[in-house]
Each structure stands twice: as structure tokens, then as C-alpha cells.
């Protein structure tokens, strides 16, 4: 019988099952070294601008290799591959731990710890976005996703929460030593997949001028250009949580990493919430786009001023809201409107400028965090967020969307709000962990 590719379909196939399985484990031990890696920054240099730094090392290169990344999965053995940095990452963590543990970690061990890391997830997350394309082949490809989405925000919620109670039993070295051990969970799924069940890859012919022609398309059309551009300035300034939620924790409410923890879990609640609410809206337009922004900087801007934790801490399940709501209208709002031929490359373009923006955006924010004040950054962020969006109000009013099928504006909205719920989450994580899978 044919599976309908949605729901839970792609759980028909045991390697999947596998895959998420240990996915959830690995992505779990992501989040809790997420939240110690923040706090570690701060004990080792105190300075919201180097924490800045370090994010900003962490997350280059994914801008530098990601397309190397994807020539390299295209051309060898994904499952191989992802073995290799299954075991490098795990190499790094442990090391990372014990350093901490044994009280060796310096500043200059920081920088080139975290650049190591990023540079084996800018291969690891490549890869594994066109991985599970092999794993269930193309009818199961939607519910593959929507699975993984679900599998992340899970670990989203709880991970941080862990690795609060973690560094208050055992210290500050424990999340790392046990997200170098969660690696173990992912190696032994693939080492138990069936590799005769895999979906062949499909060559993809690659020509000159491919990305230059994107970069014209959206240029010349004001209707991907105006969120085109909204994404780079709002993407450098307001999502940036992985420096600014530190801050917040130790210095504005004098909280221990535990406190770091609540916050950033409470972050993924309101993401998860954001995608049911986004997902009964109906289509994207481009002045949901406007309005989605709008909301964000209202959020931001009403969390900064929170008196209490957890005041602010309730006031982050409507900025996690508002991230994923602002993403997903975006998102869906370039594939609505970019023509089939280049959408893959427009949508790439799209990544490029959310994702590529934090290497300038974090040390930036972190200065601010730093010199002025925590509360700073999420003012920075919000106004941000309201200025582009006034700014840009007279073009997304004048914009139209394409008329399309009802079916494939179905498809592309939904897939438009499980996008945005992982890639707020590697927005909000010190180490990418999905970007958007290839469909």
C-alpha cells in the first residue's frame, strides 16, 4: 500500500526510524552543550562581546564550506560521511569536557574548540539534510521532515532544562562529556541501517552562473527583494537569543546556567506553539510578512523591559512565537512568489542571508549586551524589527503573490512552517543542527 506522505508515513521505513531515534538523543546532547557553551563563554572571559565572538566563530563555517559541503555529499557516500562527523563532533565535546573539568580551557582554546565545531556541522548539517531524502525517497519526504521538526523541538525543550539541573549537580563540564557520549546514539543507528534499502541519489547537474542568475531574479523583483532584505537586517540584529538569553540569565537576574536553561526552554515552547498557531492562518502574504515582523518587535521589545524572571521568562513564549511566524511568512512568501525554475536557488539565497548574518550580528549584539546593557539587545532587536518593517510596509502592501494550486500552496505553507521552526532553533543554538531538508 502507498503511503500518503504526511503524518507519520515515513516511520513505515526502519532506517528512518533509526535516523530520528537517535537523532533525538544526539540533539538533545546539542541543546545542553548549547547552554553550557554559553555559560562557559561568560566564566572563562565575562565579556558579552566575546561571547559574541565565539558565536560568530562557530557560525562562519557554515557560510564559508556550506556549499562545498553539499558538492562533497553529492559526489560520496552520505552514510560514511556522516559517520566521520559523528565521531569528530563526539572528539570535540569530550575534549571540550575534560578541559573544563580539569580546568585547562583557556580563551584561545575557546575560539578554536568552537571553530572546529562549526566547521564539522557546516559538513555534518549539509549532509544530513539530503540524507533523509535516501532514507524514505519522495512520497514520504513531507512526513520524513515534519518528524524531524517535531524530533528537534522536543529536544529544544528539554535539552536546555537538563543541562541547567546537569551544571548545578556536576558542573559545568557534565553537558559536554554527555553530548560527546549522545553521539554514540546517532553512530549506532547508522551502523545498524540496512544500506540495501537506501534511495539511489539523483546526479544533480551543476552549471556556471546558477547563483549569480538567483541573485538577479530576486534583485530585479521587488516582490523577493523588499523580504529579501528584510531577512538580512532582522536576521543580524533580532535572532541572536544564543548571546543575548545568557546575558539576560546572569547579569540581568542574577541566575545560575539553570536559569539560562528555563529561558531557553521556554524559547522552544513558544517556537513549537508559534508553528501550530501559523500553521491555521492560511496562506502568506506580503503583509502578514509586515505584520509578522511587527509582532516580533513588539514581543522583543515588551520581554526587555520585563521586571522579573519570570516574567520575562512568559514573555519569551511570545517571542518564540513571533520568531518562527516571521520565518515561516517569509519563507513561504519567496516560494509563493519565486518562479519554479529558480525557487531552490532563491531559497538558498534565503538561508545564506539569515544564517550568514550572525557572524557579523553576534559580536555585535554581544557588544551591546556587554557595554550597555543585557536589555539592550532585545531593544536593538525589536526596533529592528519595527523599523524594517515600516520601512519596507510601502512595497509589501503594493506586493502579490503568484496563484497557484490549492494543493501546492498547501504544501509550501506547511513545509514553510516546519522550516521555520528548526531554523529558528539553529538560530537560537550555539551549533546549527537543521537546516531545511531537501525535498
Not at 107 to 119: K, Y
Not at 125 to 146: K, W
Request: positive net charge.
Amino acid at each position: 500500500m502507498k503511503n500518503n506522505g504526511t503524518g507519520f508515513s515515513a516511520l513505515h521505513h526502519r532506517n528512518f526510524r533509526l535516523y530520528v531515534t537517535g537523532q533525538v538523543v544526539s540533539q538533545a546532547g546539542t541543546w545542553m552543550q548549547t547552554v553550557a557553551m554559553g555559560w562557559l563563554v561568560l566564566k572563562v572571559t565575562g565579556s558579552g562581546g566575546m561571547l559574541g565572538l565565539v558565536s560568530a566563530a562557530q557560525f562562519t563555517p557554515t557560510l564559508l564550506f556550506g556549499a562545498f559541503a553539499g558538492t562533497l555529499a553529492d559526489r560520496h557516500s552520505r552514510w560514511h560521511m556522516l559517520q566521520i562527523t559523528q565521531v569528530l563532533a563526539a572528539t570535540i565535546a569530550t575534549a571540550l569536557g575534560v578541559m573544563v573539568a580539569t580546568d585547562t580551557i583557556s580563551v584561545w582554546s575557546l575560539f578554536a574548540l568552537a571553530a572546529a565545531f562549526g566547521t564539522i556541522n557546516a559538513f555534518d548539517m549539509t549532509i544530513r539534510s539530503s540524507f533523509v531524502y535516501e532514507l524514505v525517497g519522495p512520497d514520504d519526504i513531507t512526513s520524513a521532515v515534519g518528524i524531524g521538526s517535531t524530533a528537534n523541538n522536543i529536544a529544544r525543550i528539554f535539552g536546555p532544562a537538563i543541562a541547567g539541573v546537569l551544571i548545578a549537580a556536576f558542573g559545568l563540564a557534565a553537558p559536554f562529556l554527555v553530548n560527546g557520549i549522545s553521539f554514540i546514539g546517532i553512530s549506532i543507528a547508522l551502523l545498524l541501517m540496512r544500506r540495501s534499502e537506501f534511495v539511489p541519489k539523483t546526479p544533480v547537474k551543476k552549471d556556471k552562473g546558477q547563483i549569480r542568475e538567483g541573485v538577479k531574479v530576486v534583485w530585479a523583483d521587488p516582490r523577493l527583494r523588499t523580504p529579501m532584505l528584510m531577512t538580512v537586517v532582522i536576521g543580524m540584529l533580532a535572532y541572536e537569543n544564543q548571546i543575548a538569553l545568557p546575558l539576560f540569565a546572569r547579569y540581568t537576574f542574577d541566575r545560575e546556567a539553570t536559569g539560562y536553561g528555563v529561558l531557553s526552554s521556554m524559547m522552544g515552547i513558544g517556537s513549537v506553539a508559534g508553528g501550530l498557531l501559523i500553521a491555521r492562518f492560511g496562506r502568506a502574504t506580503h503583509r502578514r510578512l509586515g505584520f509578522a515582523a511587527t509582532f516580533l518587535g513588539v514581543t522583543m521589545l515588551v520581554a526587555a523591559f520585563m521586571p522579573t524572571f519570570w516574567t520575562m521568562a512568559i514573555a519569551l513564549l511570545f517571542v518564540g512565537s513571533g520568531s518562527v511566524a516571521f520565518i515561516t511568512m517569509n519563507s513561504a512568501t519567496l516560494q509563493l512568489t519565486s518562479p519554479v525554475s529558480v525557487r531552490g536557488r532563491v531559497m538558498a539565497l534565503y538561508i545564506t542571508a539569515i544564517i550568514g548574518t550572525t557572524p557579523i550580528g553576534g559580536p555585535v549584539i554581544g557588544w551591546i549586551g556587554q557595554n550597555i546593557d543585557p536589555r539592550a539587545t532585545y531593544i536593538t532587536g525589536g526596533l529592528a524589527c519595527l523599523i524594517t518593517a515600516a520601512v519596507a510596509w510601502p512595497s509589501l502592501r503594493r506586493s502579490t503573490e503568484e496563484v497557484l494550486s490549492e494543493a501546492e500552496e498547501e504544501a509550501i505553507h506547511r513545509s514553510a512552517v516546519i522550516d521555520a521552526e528548526t531554523l529558528v532553533g539553529d538560530l537560537d543554538s550555539e551549533i546549527p543542527i537543521n537546516l531545511p531538508t531537501e525535498r
